[in-house]
Nanobody, 122 residues
Framework: QVQLVESGGGLVQAGGSLKLSCAAS????????MGWFRQAPGKEREFVAA????????NYADSVKGRFTISRDNAKLTLYLQMNNLKPEDTAVYYC???????????????WGQGTQVTVSS
């Protein structure tokens, strides 16, 4: 029903910034709550941030609160993650994901992108 493609990852020094994008297909983008997740080598996938369909509600993991900002542009069918003051422990593959209903941010996310690598050097 929806296809997701992440971009914007790369190599950055600690303290730097990156902005990730997730482009969605279809005309029903606003019908989904969206989230960012990440997975580091040898570790389980973890929640990073989520946003409701309208963009009016957001949730963040404690580890990124105050440093990362999730946003969306429904007209452009795009989800964003602005990452500031990056730390080496932020190094991971970052995935965007989608779920319904769009007003519930918790629960299982059913649709996933392929991921984009973020590497933070010290």
């Amino acid at each position: 029903q929806v296809q997701l493609v992440e971009s914007g990852g790369g190599l950055v020094q600690a303290g730097g910034s990156l902005k990730l994008s997730c482009a969605a297909s279809g005309r029903t983008f606003s019908s989904y709550a969206m989230g960012w997740f990440r997975q580091a080598p040898g570790k389980e996938r973890e929640f990073v941030a989520a946003i409701s369909g309208s963009g009016g509600t957001t949730n963040y993991a404690d580890s990124v609160k105050g440093r990362f900002t999730i946003s969306r542009d429904n007209a452009k069918l795009t989800l964003y993650l602005q990452m500031n003051n990056l730390k080496p422990e932020d190094t991971a593959v970052y995935y965007c994901a989608a779920k319904r209903p769009h007003w519930v941010l918790s629960g299982n996310y059913d649709y996933w992108g392929q991921g984009t690598q973020v590497t933070v050097s010290s």
